[in-house]
């Protein structure tokens, strides 16, 4: 049962999901005629590496990997959907990646950031400043994140991304319970799942406004790297919780832990249609018919 809780992960792409398994990736399209395109690829030896069984180092490391596997999922499913034969894959990739991270480090992090310390400011350092500003900052944070992901929803690309990200999600339900893998019995599952990415930025933002509350008053410029220094340390913890909360799901406290990200995964996902959930599921096997093909 445990690789069935751990071992596989998804994304939502353009028109279609990617699936990851231990050894390998797929990707289902539904390209412009109609058909579903497949591309399987074996994952990096990172996944297999002594790095994995260290916690906190391992959440940090295989986040980027898994930065840069979304990355290349999303051209790949980009380019079916142009029928461009131009790969964006190396410097070009993570290049793009780079500047995607700069970007949402600025607006959720450095933002509130600036703005909680502007805040302390004008309370001119009072005791109740230093926990003013921090507070305010990491509210901020949080408002942007939800606000910027409801916002998106109503755009109509991404309605249909959020409806193949509730395609993957309950393909991966109904695998991990054990189900037939057809349209019609994967449909009946929720489109919440403990692993979600939209459950570790939540966890992300919460573990910030604990731990930047903390730290207590700073100088600004410490204040904004303090933000960016510790990003890295608070991804490792998310990444931790994340895995816990996954392998105990059945403890009620833990039930009671992971209910609010759930609840925000209802501003990511959107109940899929029969063809969604035939790209979901075909993603899914692709890749457990690549984890046969590619040896470890």
């Given at each position: 049962m445990e690789d069935r809780i751990i071992s596989y992960g998804g994304q939502a792409v353009i028109e279609g999901v990617m699936m990851r398994g231990q050894k390998a990736f797929a990707v289902a399209m539904r390209a412009p005629d109609g058909k579903i395109a497949i591309h399987k690829e074996g994952l990096a030896s990172v996944y297999r590496s002594k790095i994995t069984k260290i916690p906190f180092l391992r959440g940090v490391i295989l986040l980027w990997d898994a930065l840069g596997l979304g990355m290349r999922a999303l051209t790949l499913s980009a380019n079916t959907q142009t029928g461009e034969d131009q790969k964006l894959e190396g410097p070009a990739l993570y290049l793009t990646l780079g500047l995607s991270l700069t970007l949402g480090i600025g607006l959720f992090f450095l933002l509130p950031a600036a703005l909680g310390g502007w805040a302390e400011h004008l309370l001119k350092s009072t005791s109740s400043a230093i926990w003013t500003g921090n507070l305010l900052e990491g509210v901020i944070r949080l408002l942007l994140l939800i606000g910027y992901i409801w916002a998106i929803g109503f755009m109509p690309d991404v309605k249909r991304l959020f409806g193949y990200h509730g395609a993957e999600h309950k393909t991966i339900n109904a695998f991990e319970a054990g189900a037939e893998l057809t349209p019609e019995a994967v449909s009946k599952f929720s489109v919440e799942h403990p692993r979600c990415g939209t459950a570790f930025l939540l966890t992300l933002v919460l573990l910030s406004i604990l731990v930047f509350t903390l730290l207590g008053p700073l100088p600004i410029l410490w204040r904004?790297?303090?933000?960016?220094?510790?990003?890295?340390?608070?991804?490792?913890?998310?990444?931790?919780?994340?895995?816990?909360?996954?392998?105990?799901?059945?403890?009620?406290?833990?039930?009671?832990?992971?209910?609010?990200?759930?609840?925000?995964?209802?501003?990511?996902?959107?109940?899929?249609?029969?063809?969604?959930?035939?790209?979901?599921?075909?993603?899914?096997?692709?890749?457990?018919?690549?984890?046969?093909e590619f040896t470890v």
């Open positions: 904004l790297v303090s933000r960016i220094v510790l990003i890295p340390v608070l991804a490792g913890i998310a990444v931790e919780y994340i895995r816990w909360t996954a392998n105990h799901l059945k403890n009620p406290l833990v039930q009671m832990l992971i209910k609010p990200n759930l609840a925000l995964q209802h501003l990511t996902t959107r109940e899929p249609d029969m063809q969604m959930l035939e790209v979901a599921i075909e993603s899914f096997q692709s890749m457990r018919k690549a984890e046969q």
